[in-house]
């Protein structure tokens, strides 16, 4: 018995919300007295055995060029294999691009229950039981999980990285490795950005900032704080901002420790993509947008007016 | 070529989230159904563009729910597809929906299985995925875009801060969102000429649930937002960093 932790590469270094998946899936071996390993595919730099430090115990690698692309089928087939391997009775995904495509092929092969998007660690006083978000962010369901096997996806940034003095053992997986049917013929990533899913603070404009040449007021204050930059339907459908940077029903959902939304007046479409988020700062010069229902924080003001000052202040704060 | 467009019907993306029965039930009364937004607006309409690019095109169309779901079926042959079935279920369970699927699609024999992204109510993300597997099918999720070349795929999917273009032979299942196709409104034609496309109904095969529902909570209710004066917008930055703590 174990809980074996899928953790997810890019270009060879493991995704913060894998890291996230390792710290939740170390506590939930720890709630049903058993230990956690992860599983790490393809060509990585990063220093397995310091995954150790995420609490867990071993790490099963397979090193192979087929696996630095995602090809759910072949995937699915390599971890089914580790968890037989490793008699893993909870499989942990993070809820992010891969997770979507694998974990529920997985489910389907093992005839395993799933839960997708998980935010809280299971309920094992009775059963197993786990709370996902369901109605896009509206709403919580807790999913009873009746099956000998138990997949679990986290959803990104809905639980804290922990870390112990820790090394795991690091373990080549002997698994045969599939042809892909899938052929990756591109990759388009844009660099120099934090991405918006796996940022911890997003700042975010709206038609309120009346073109994208004064899109600065984003920019700067996202600089500033490291952080990712996103937008409201409108914008991305006039074109002023990337369509990769629209968040709401359509687009992204996210959920950031800080979404601070800069004239996006917040209609219900777009708070389904952002009300997971921990804190929401709304600045908007209309007093009934409906955005400063849902926020945490807010200022009824004009954005050109407020916004210099704030991007000053935080200047001034981180010293820069 | 042979298109299966898997659709789902959603309550409508402004009603009102409420339930009953002890919290265990979605409160449906009242409420306003739609078709899942990225079954329609992307999965289905962008098989119609590929219909019209190919006239000699298939395209069916599957749902898994009771009789009540037939006004959203009829609407989404409104805006395209040859026929549709209905597999006469209604579950939560996503294993027991996606098996449902894969024996219609098995019989099928499909070119092609297209879903939305996931359903804005229960936002699993897991039915094409599981189909794509009972099926053993390459299965390609999160796609921005998808044509044919020479009778291959070509599709660009969305990865972590940026996008992917794979290309695979047919058959594949393909999760749909935004990029793939607009959305599209039916026309009197199309409204008219629904009524008489067949809609087959099926009884489920027997499958059993992997997971239940035991309740809902709703989101505790938000304190209320701090205003704080355009006049002194500094204090906003104070209360982030000494109060709020996210920067």
Known sequence: MSVLVFLDQSEGQIKKSSLEAASYGAKVAEQLGTTAEGIVLGNVTDDVAALGKYGLKKVHTLKNDTLDHLDAQVFTNVIADAVASSSATVVIFSNNFSGKAIAPRLSAKLKAGFVSGAVALPDTSNGFVVKKNVFSGKAFANISLNTAVKIISLNPN?????????VAEVAALSTTVGAPKVIVTATNKIVGEVPLTEAEIVISGGRGLKGPENWGLVTDLAKLLGAATACSRPVADIGWRPHHEHVG???????PNLYFAIGISGAIQHLAGVNRSKVIVVINKDPEAPFFKAADYGIVG?????MPKIIEAVRKLKGA | MKILVCISKTPDTTAKIAFSDNNTKFAADGVQWIINPYDEWYALVRAIELKEAAPSTTIHLVTVGGADAEPIIRKALALGGDEAIRINADSHDSFYIASQIAEVARQGAYDLIFTGKETIDYNGSSIGGMVAELLDLPYVSL?????????????IREIEGGEETDKISLPVAVSCQKGMAEQRIPNMKGIMGARSKPLKVVEPIAVEALTSIVSFDLPPAKAGVKLVSPENPEELVRLLHEEAKVF
């Open chain 1, 249 to 255: 029903q359509t687009g992204l959902a996210i959920a």
């Open chain 1, 158 to 166: 809905s639980y804290n990285i922990t870390t112990i003095d820790a």
């Open chain 1, 302 to 306: 004009d954005a050109f007016e407020v």
């Open chain 2, 143 to 155: 796609a921005i875009k998808f044509d044919l070349i020479d009778g291959t795929a070509v599709i």
